[in-house]
């Protein structure tokens, strides 16, 4: 058994034999045995039950995330992982660069007797659902074993086997493992029991069956097309990065806004069969028309397309009168309600399910126009989730789409974002979808498009954290329950943290982010960071001259006193409340900080920020610069020194990764994808979401900013580091890919 890898990693579920199994193969190849948990619980202190009962599953998780990283320096090693580990993605996708993992599989009935005569069960392993350890296993064990399958090597049967008649049959799997190497010879990973797959490089009629070649991507934004939030960046810099590094053939597809001017942007219209006609005053050569059934009334709306290609990504804009009369991605303008009072600026399209529908049915139907088929169709957010359904439920769909898989992704499951209509009736009408898939979609009683989803594609969140959450804490409730009632229909949320493209913020190119100097924070080298700060400061000292932007209150030109900074929607969810009662408590307890807050939202949020800046304390302080621009913006993360995030909850965050590649260290609430920024290494994090924790880690940041400024630079230049390691879009593109596999092997030669 020579020419092992250095470290061997034993995956499976509780109570599989990881740990007794290990300790032998160890003595017997020479290496060192590691038990994760065992390490796990040196660490923390405690067994895992006490430690959760004390900190929460979440410092476990973050704690063993990062022991997973640690395989990179080991040597001669075989290391047991607990049976949750499998489910950081990320991570075990670099395990595996260097790593041979081993399953150890069980049936049901086996795991569960063993962990009932297991004295350390209760100790050891506590329940993750709510329910007893034994009572969760069928539920872990439909989540996970697909996580397995895809994440290992090699695959033991654990069943009626002593430990070391299973230490004698992996010696044999590893000799025939080194012989088929020498042999060039395949072996399927993932396959029968007892099989196993080269590592690294696998065989070539693998590769070619396995590869994903063709994508498309169904939005209702897109970054420089249309957008209005974090949804816009991620659909872009992941098919731009599925193009340049995954070898994909990319195609995205979106509805025409009105606010968009295609022809001007270099679209053309597509040809696309023989019919022509009008479609809002304008004439198309080539139009096609879509089923948009009313309960009581069948009706087609005319649809045309424009084409055209960005950054090697074939892009599809959707021209129909539903898109082309609307000023905004998803909400009326102060436009539209001079124009009709009832529709009121900021309160979403009254028709924004069938929006949704006629963007999904034409983008199946533009593919079918195309002669395309491609391998997997990626949905974002509820606004695309019933597309899955369709394709599945649709007889001429189904025909065409059987080789085709569904990846659907929700970027926010909060309350008001599922796109869920009341109308049942409707709902079946406009979908064409059978009954008893609109009933069995229910969430409260409302169609929901993630429930109908559920059993015709792969679901994922967008970070492992937000997808813990939804499905195994209380915080569910904010979404209405969405991820129990996944959980409940056997569907496990993947959870992949959305990634970010360094260049596109890099200040070591101020042209192209508005920036008033040149600086490199992965160096250290922040002279320019200085000039930025102090140009953006005499800016507002002279009240602008802004664009789209409303100053109130000032701030004192002086570049050395911190500077706390906040972007984003002035709203609940994103904290903002909170944010400003803890700026008020701390503004007479530091007279050096200053507090900058950049965008608009809630009148009331926005009434009280303006408040602020008269305040006696706020004076010359506080400055609220109400409206966005996206170089001000960047202006703004660039001369800050801390960044605050105090979100109530939050399913990934992109705005911390900007503030840091600008050296703007974040302080967040510590949920949901934020997680991400390491306490005392990255930024700065608390638990507990009051205004008096975050005016304490504030003053924490304080401190710290006048006692130790290197440690503040160390700080600045770990989390660009950490974001080139681990959170570039080249990197998460592998985790979507594995993803894409797993959604179309959902319906192999259509199911």
Same mark, same amino acid.
């Given at each position: 058994?020579?020419?092992?890898p250095?470290v061997i990693?034993l995956t499976?579920f509780r109570?599989?034999g990881?740990?007794s199994?290990?300790?032998l193969?160890?003595?017997r190849l020479g290496?060192t045995?590691v038990d994760a948990d065992?390490?796990l619980?040196e660490?923390?202190g405690?067994t895992?039950?006490? %430690?959760v009962?004390r ?7 973050q704690a063993?995330r990062a ?7 080991m040597t001669r090693?075989v290391?047991?992982t607990?049976?949750g580990?499998?489910? $950081? ?6 395990l595996?660069?260097?790593c041979l ?6 049936d049901?009935?086996?795991?569960r ?5 297991d004295?350390?069960?209760a100790?050891?392993? +506590?329940s ?9 296993i069928?539920t872990?064990?439909a989540?996970?074993?697909p996580l397995y399958?895809a994440?290992s090597?090699?695959?033991l049967?654990t069943?009626g ?10 010696a ?12 060039g010879?395949?072996?399927?990973q ?12 696998r ?7 396995n ?5 498309w991507l169904?939005t209702?934004?897109y970054e420089?097309?249309?957008g ?6 991620v ?5 731009e990065s599925?193009v340049?590094h995954?070898g ?6 979106l ?9 001007h942007l ?7 069969g023989?019919?022509e ?5 304008r004439?198309f050569g080539?139009?096609?028309? /879509?089923d ?5 009334? *069948?009706?087609?709306e005319?649809?045309?397309v424009?084409?055209? #290609? %960005?950054n090697?990504v074939?892009?599809f804009?959707?021209?129909a009168?539903r898109?082309a009369?609307?000023?905004g991605?998803y909400?009326?303008?102060?436009e ?7 529709q009121?600026?900021?309160?979403? $399209?009254f028709?924004?399910f069938?929006m ?6 034409a983008?199946?139907?533009l ?5 395309e088929?491609?391998?997997v169709?990626h949905c974002?957010?509820g606004h695309?989730a ?10 001429g769909?189904?025909a ?5 898989g569904?990846?659907?992704t929700? $970027? ?6 599922h796109?869920?209509?009341?109308d049942?009736?409707?709902a079946?009408?406009?979908t064409?979808l059978?009954e008893?898939?609109?009933?069995s ?5 409302s169609?929901?498009?993630?429930l109908?989803?559920?059993p015709?594609?792969v679901?994922?969140t967008v ?9 195994? #804490? &209380?915080?569910?409730?904010r ?5 129990h009632?996944l ?5 496990h949320?993947?959870g992949? #943290?959305?990634g ?9 190119r101020p042209e ?8 490199? /924070?992965?160096r250290?080298e922040?002279?320019?960071k200085k000039i930025c700060?102090e140009?953006?400061?005499?800016? %507002?000292?002279?009240?602008g ?12 030109p002086e570049?050395? &006193?911190p500077?706390?900074?906040f972007i984003?929607?002035?709203t ?13 408590d701390?503004l007479p307890?530091e007279?050096l900080?200053?507090f900058l807050v950049?965008?608009s939202?809630s009148? *009331? ?12 304390s706020?004076l010359?302080?506080v400055?609220?610069l109400r409206?966005?621009? &996206? ?7 660039a ?8 979100s109530r909850?939050e399913?990934?965050?992109? #705005? ?5 590649l600008l050296?703007n260290? &974040? ?8 997680v ?10 608390y638990?507990?979401?009051? +205004?008096?924790?975050l005016?304490?880690?504030?003053g924490?940041a ?7 400024p ?10 660009v580091?950490?974001?080139?390691r681990l959170h ?8 979507y890919l ?14």
């Amino acid at each position: 058994m020579n020419q092992l890898p250095e470290v061997i990693v034993l995956t499976g579920f509780r109570a599989t034999g990881k740990t007794s199994v290990g300790r032998l193969l160890a003595a017997r190849l020479g290496y060192t045995f590691v038990d994760a948990d065992a390490v796990l619980c040196e660490r923390l202190g405690g067994t895992v039950a006490q %430690i959760v009962a004390r900190s929460g599953w979440d410092s476990f998780r973050q704690a063993e995330r990062a022991l997973l990283l640690e395989t990179r320096t080991m040597t001669r090693t075989v290391l047991a992982t607990g049976g949750g580990a499998i489910e $950081h993605t990320a991570e075990w996708r670099r395990l595996r660069e260097q790593c041979l993992v081993v399953w150890f599989e069980a049936d049901e009935a086996t795991i569960r007797r063993r962990m009932a005569g297991d004295a350390q069960t209760a100790a050891q392993r +506590p329940s993750l659902t709510g329910e007893a350890p034994v009572d969760e296993i069928a539920t872990l064990l439909a989540r996970r074993t697909p996580l397995y399958a895809a994440g290992s090597d090699v695959r033991l049967d654990t069943v009626g086997r002593t430990p070391d008649e299973l230490v004698g049959k992996l010696a044999e799997m590893f000799a025939a493992k080194q012989a088929a190497r020498r042999r060039g010879g395949p072996v399927t990973q993932g396959g029968p029991p007892e099989t196993a797959a080269p590592q690294g490089e696998r065989a070539m009629s693998e590769e070619s069956s396995n590869a994903i070649r063709s994508v498309w991507l169904v939005t209702r934004e897109y970054e420089g097309l249309a957008g209005a939030g974090g949804v816009k960046d991620v659909c872009r810099q992941l098919a731009e990065s599925l193009v340049a590094h995954g070898g994909c053939s990319v195609r995205v597809v979106l509805p025409r806004y009105g606010f968009v001017d295609a022809a001007h942007l270099g679209f053309t219209p597509a040809a696309l069969g023989d019919a022509e006609g009008r479609i809002g005053g304008r004439r198309f050569g080539h139009v096609f028309e /879509v089923d948009m059934h009313y309960a009581d009334e *069948e009706r087609r709306e005319r649809v045309a397309v424009w084409q055209g #290609t %960005i950054n090697g990504v074939r892009i599809f804009l959707v021209e129909a009168d539903r898109f082309a009369t609307k000023r905004g991605v998803y909400t009326y303008t102060e436009e539209d309600e001079l124009e009709v009072a009832w529709q009121r600026a900021g309160g979403g $399209h009254f028709d924004y399910f069938a929006m949704n529908v006629l963007l999904q049915k034409a983008a199946l139907d533009l593919m079918i126009l195309l002669e395309e088929r491609p391998d997997v169709i990626h949905c974002h957010d509820g606004h695309a989730a019933i597309l899955p359904a369709m394709m599945r439920e649709n007889a001429g769909w189904r025909a065409y789409f059987r080789r085709t898989g569904a990846v659907v992704t929700v $970027h926010n499951a909060g309350l008001g974002y599922h796109q869920e209509v009341d109308d049942l009736d409707f709902a079946r009408a406009v979908t064409a979808l059978p009954e008893r898939v609109i009933l069995s979609s229910r969430l409260g009683g409302s169609f929901d498009p993630f429930l109908a989803a559920a059993p015709y594609a792969v679901l994922n969140t967008v970070s492992e954290n937000y997808g813990r959450e939804l499905q195994e #804490t &209380p915080d569910d409730a904010r979404t209405g329950w969405l991820g129990h009632a996944l959980l409940d229909r056997g569907m496990h949320l993947a959870g992949i #943290t959305n990634g970010i493209d360094p260049a596109s913020f890099d200040p070591a190119r101020p042209e192209q982010l508005g920036l008033a100097a040149a600086f490199d /924070v992965s160096r250290g080298e922040l002279a320019g960071k200085k000039i930025c700060k102090e140009t953006l400061l005499q800016r %507002i000292a002279a009240t602008g001259p802004w664009e789209r932007v409303k100053q109130f209150g000032s701030l004192r030109p002086e570049v050395d &006193p911190p500077l706390f900074t906040f972007i984003g929607r002035l709203t609940a969810q994103k904290g903002v409340d909170i944010l400003i009662r803890a700026i008020g408590d701390l503004l007479p307890l530091e007279p050096l900080a200053r507090f900058l807050v950049f965008g608009s939202g809630s009148p *009331e949020l926005e009434q009280q920020l303006e408040s602020l800046t008269t305040s006696a304390s706020g004076l010359n302080r506080v400055c609220f610069l109400r409206g966005f621009d &996206p170089l001000l913006a960047n202006s703004i993360y660039a001369a800050g020194d801390f960044f605050l995030i105090p979100s109530r909850y939050e399913p990934c965050g992109l #705005t911390d990764y900007m503030a840091q590649l600008l050296g703007n260290l &974040p302080i967040v609430h510590r949920v949901g994808g934020l997680v991400k920024v390491i306490d005392g290494e990255t930024g700065f994090a608390y638990d507990e979401n009051t +205004p008096e924790a975050l005016a304490l880690v504030m003053g924490r940041a304080l401190t710290t900013y006048a006692d130790d400024p290197g440690a503040i630079r160390t700080m600045q230049m770990a989390a660009v580091e950490r974001i080139a390691r681990l959170h570039t879009w080249e990197k998460v593109m592998d985790d979507y890919l594995l993803l894409y596999r797993q959604a179309r092997n959902l319906y192999p030669a259509g199911r």
